[in-house]
T-cell receptor
Framework: DQQVKQNSPSLSVQEGRISILNCDYTNSMFDYFLWYKKYPAEGPTFLISISSIKDKNEDGRFTVFLNKSAKHLSLHIVPSQPGDSAVYFCAALAYSGAGSYQLTFGKGTKLSVIP | KAGVTQTPRYLIKTRGQQVTLSCSPISGHRSVSWYQQTPGQGLQFLFEYFSETQRNKGNFPGRFSGRQFSNSRSEMNVSTLELGDSALYLC?????????FGSGTRLTVV
């Protein structure tokens, strides 16, 4: 059963417009959420995160919103730039015992920003 | 600070063979996690090592194993390779400020 879901495999946005990437989760034990950006043949790079005690976190052009009651988070990129074209992964962190935390990923959304 | 180093970057193996992948974490990081990325499946957690002990394990068959050395370097091994094991294998090291991923090892099983 997939605990972190990114229901849109792909998204195309015009340069300068807003990109909104969505993520849903099912496990109430997740207490920290992260977004990673990934280019082909490279590892994911950390983008932005949010704790479950907050509902918004902003870093430059990137804002993450968390709706705990709906178990939904979204990443907003404004304005979108061609260099933002990549696969974006939503990930959730939960304590799994013995001092270990486990990061669970969604399947990713491929964002294409059209010049 | 050097990043997470994974070797080799690319590997081609034949069905039935075994393979060993290596990961050197960021200096000072004691936790290393391994993930498998296949098309359409995202990143799936394999296992995590901390101070030479496996602390957590995902839902993969026993053909997938790993270990960690005293210098925190980690290796993962896949025995009796199957075509479905073709994937990008990523490792991540974690310290106080989150997870940093390596560039991965692209394994192709033919």
């Amino acid at each position: 059963d997939q605990q972190v879901k990114q229901n849109s495999p792909s998204l195309s946005v015009q340069e300068g417009r807003i990109s909104i990437l969505n993520c849903d989760y099912t496990n109430s034990m997740f207490d920290y959420f992260l977004w990673y950006k990934k280019y082909p043949a490279e590892g994911p790079t950390f983008l932005i995160s949010i704790s479950s005690i907050k509902d918004k976190n902003e870093d430059g052009r990137f804002t993450v919103f968390l709706n705990k009651s709906a178990k939904h988070l979204s990443l907003h990129i404004v304005p979108s730039q061609p260099g933002d074209s990549a696969v974006y992964f939503c990930a959730a962190l939960a304590y799994s015992g013995a001092g270990s935390y486990q990061l669970t990923f969604g399947k990713g959304t491929k964002l294409s920003v059209i010049p | 600070k050097a990043g997470v180093t994974q070797t080799p970057r690319y590997l081609i193996k034949t069905r039935g063979q075994q393979v060993t992948l290596s990961c050197s974490p960021i200096s000072g990081h004691r936790s290393v996690s391994w993930y498998q990325q296949t098309p359409g499946q995202g990143l799936q957690f394999l296992f995590e090592y901390f101070s030479e002990t496996q602390r957590n394990k995902g839902n993969f068959p026993g053909r997938f194993s790993g270990r960690q050395f005293s210098n925190s370097r980690s290796e993962m091994n896949v025995s009796t390779l199957e075509l479905g094991d073709s994937a990008l294998y990523l490792c991540a090291s974690s310290g106080n400020y989150g997870y940093t991923f390596g560039s991965g090892t692209r394994l192709t099983v033919v």
